[in-house]
T-cell receptor
Framework: SAVISQKPSRDICQRGTSLTIQCQVD?????MFWYRQQPGQSLTLIAT?????????ESGFVIDKFPISRPNLTFSTLTVSNMSPEDSSIYLC???????????FGSGTRLTVV | DQQVKQNSPSLSVQEGRISILNCDYT??????FLWYKKYPAEGPTFLIS?????DKNEDGRFTVFLNKSAKHLSLHIVPSQPGDSAVYFC?????????????FGTGTRLKVLA
């Protein structure tokens, strides 16, 4: 299966600022995804990022708040904009590797907004 | 509305015994299910899958059972080992097994006692 490097692993940010999270995959993948896991909650899909097209956002998530880039088949970024304490969460990127492996996930970014 | 539920937030099992993790779903269109394991500070890793055409899938110490009429699946780990201590997520999707939109449960924290 693919290996995904995600950074930063954690950050503490001031409210009103923005943070960009990066994910690098060691092989080319068509579909990449961004998830959020709030404390005590399940993984919630934020958006799907396919190379060469606009990201597709799930209900409750908008591009202005979570802009995504997918410049090539091995890389994607998620920006959390104009942060508030409610954005404190773990953010995970993943890639669909199909077959027996389903999703491969990055190690996550633990974001705390103060 | 939580379509995939893991009603036990935590479970403790003695080493060598069986661990049974449960997952219930409400959407009868779900036809492909995944289990993931997550260690602290790491992303989830794929464990085992099952499609709705089967009622059992086995991989080494891990077996997943699917009861479609009850909309219930379970993951059995036999024998349990201390290294199995982690958070386990089930996930479900509708459509073919190639679809990418999975709904995740909230996870069950398994602790295997030595």
């Amino acid at each position: 299966s693919a290996v995904i490097s995600q950074k930063p692993s954690r950050d503490i940010c001031q409210r009103g600022t923005s943070l960009t999270i990066q994910c690098q995959v060691d092989s080319q993948v068509t579909m990449m995804f961004w998830y959020r896991q709030q404390p005590g909650q399940s993984l919630t899909l934020i958006a799907t990022a396919n190379q060469g097209s606009e990201a597709t956002y799930e209900s409750g998530f908008v591009i202005d708040k979570f802009p995504i880039s997918r410049p090539n088949l091995t890389f994607s970024t998620l920006t959390v904009s104009n942060m508030s304490p409610e954005d404190s969460s773990i953010y995970l990127c993943s890639a669909w590797t199909g077959g027996n492996y389903g999703y491969t996930f990055g190690s996550g970014t633990r974001l705390t907004v103060v | 509305d939580q379509q995939v539920k893991q009603n036990s937030p935590s479970l403790s099992v003695q080493e060598g015994r069986i661990s049974i993790l449960n997952c219930d779903y409400t959407n009868s269109m779900f036809d492909y299910f995944l289990w993931y394991k997550k260690y602290p500070a790491e992303g989830p890793t794929f464990l085992i899958s099952i499609s709705s055409i089967k009622d059992k899938n086995e991989d080494g110490r891990f077996t997943v059972f699917l009861n479609k009429s009850a909309k219930h699946l379970s993951l059995h780990i036999v024998p349990s080992q201390p290294g199995d201590s982690a958070v386990y997520f089930c996930a479900a999707s509708a459509g073919t097994s190639g679809t990418y939109k999975y709904i995740f449960g909230t996870g069950t924290r398994l602790k295997v006692l030595a």
